[in-house]
């Protein structure tokens, strides 16, 4: 790749946050690439496929002269489909979309600066479990941890480069260790990144497999306050027989149980969680535990995804739910997150929240709530925001 000097190079990443951990890397790697456009992709579902695409023509059309490589999920899994489309010059694996040799760029590469004021960290990849539904795996590989060092390194690094929160991320974060020796937890990382930094103003989890948080990270999410009152959990469904189908590990009455528990001991703590519309055998019935367990775990942050057969996945073989079914149902899902949302966040209004700034003249409270700022807010600022009201979703 050659260098340029009227040229930028650009990422674009789609999908999840280890996404856009990765992405930061890779933007370090190729700042000296020259005309150069990356999409990290995303195949979680189909519709993430279509996204892929999409930006794909899109970034082809805003760049005509830029070299088009697609990395991350798809790249791997719709290998063909995203190969066959004219605009794309190129792909790179996944698991080799970090090594600078894949890019034909200098050895070693510096970890990137943050470009937001959360700096994400990825401390896992990969994945070991089998889920009917999905795909992952088949992009991501087995399940790969950072060293405790290596996890301290970079925050120190982000630290230093001004980050105020860290965001721990994967692919399935809470298996985390089972690969290093003498199989440590992940609460023992979240404790010694928070006993190694006391600087560290919030330390943040993404999506949690609730099954899998040990006595240590439980107790560090009940009493410690630099570690964000906002668990995200990877729940996918509300009905047991569903989850069995899904080949989950947990049943409703554990989440429901470590919801009450946490609850109980940290009542600010904000839930959130992925939950699928339209499994394969889904009934009513079904759909209604899907639906009431939104209120019983109290769930602000719902991410709703609705069914698509993945490629080689063994719940793409099951009963198929009608296309318009799976719609509606996804549909309801969201209109019963939004209204317990609204609820949470009318329960906000008159209450004071230390609020970190982003650069688009908003910032997160604590429990994820987005908060609209004053105009002169510099970004990186933790500010302490009276909320009056709410407008459009965003707290004022």
């Not at 519709?47 to 892929?52: D, L, S």
């Not at 410690?224 to 906002?230: A, C, D, N, Q, Y």
């Not at 989440?255 to 519309?277: F, N, S, T, Y």
Request: glycine share 6%.
């Amino acid at each position: 790749m050659s260098n340029s000097d009227t040229v930028t190079p650009e990422v674009i990443s789609l999908g999840c946050r280890l996404n856009i951990a990765e992405s930061e890397r890779m933007k370090a790697m190729l700042a000296d690439a020259g005309d150069v456009v990356v999409v990290n992709s995303c195949a979680v579902t189909s519709e993430a496929v279509r996204q892929t695409r999409q930006a794909i023509r899109k970034a082809r059309r805003s760049r005509p002269n830029a070299r088009l490589i697609v990395t991350g999920c798809a790249a791997d899994i719709e290998r063909d489909q995203i190969a066959n489309m004219p605009e794309v010059d190129g792909l790179i694996a996944n698991a080799s979309k970090l090594d600078p040799r894949s890019w034909n760029v200098p050895l070693p590469v510096a970890p990137p600066p943050p470009t937001r004021t959360r700096a994400f960290i990825a401390v896992q990849n990969g994945c070991d479990h089998a889920c009917t539904f999905c795909v992952i795996p088949q992009g991501r590989g087995t399940s790969r941890s950072m060293t405790i060092e290596g996890v301290l390194r970079e925050v120190e690094h982000h630290l230093a480069l001004g980050a105020r929160e860290v965001v721990l991320t994967g692919v399935d974060v809470t298996s985390w260790g089972h690969d290093l020796p003498n199989t440590p937890p992940l609460g023992d990382l979240v404790g010694a990144v928070l006993k190694t930094f006391p600087e560290l103003d919030r330390l943040r989890m993404s999506s949690l497999d609730g099954i899998e948080i040990d006595p240590n990270l439980f107790e560090l999410f009940a009493s410690e306050t630099r570690l964000m009152p906002h668990l995200h959990l990877s729940l996918q469904h509300g009905h047991d027989l569903i989850l069995k189908r899904m080949k989950r590990r947990h049943s409703r009455n554990d989440a429901v149980a470590l919801v009450h528990d946490l609850k109980a001991r940290r009542p600010d703590l904000a839930i959130g969680a992925d939950l699928i519309a339209g499994f394969p055998t889904e009934t009513d019935d079904h759909h209604a535990a899907n639906l009431s367990i939104i209120e019983e775990l109290d769930i602000v942050h719902g991410h709703i995804f609705p069914y698509s057969p993945r490629p080689g996945t063994p719940a793409a073989r099951m009963p198929q739910v009608e296309r318009g079914i799976i719609k509606a149902r996804a549909a309801e899902l969201r209109q019963a997150v939004a209204q317990r949302r609204t609820q949470w966040l009318d329960g906000l209004v008159g209450e004071i929240l230390p609020v970190l700034s982003e650069r688009d003249g908003t910032g997160y409270a604590p429990n994820y709530a987005r908060v609209d700022l004053p105009k002169d807010t510099p970004a990186g600022a933790m500010v302490d925001i009276e909320i009056r009201s709410i407008e459009g979703g965003l707290l004022r």
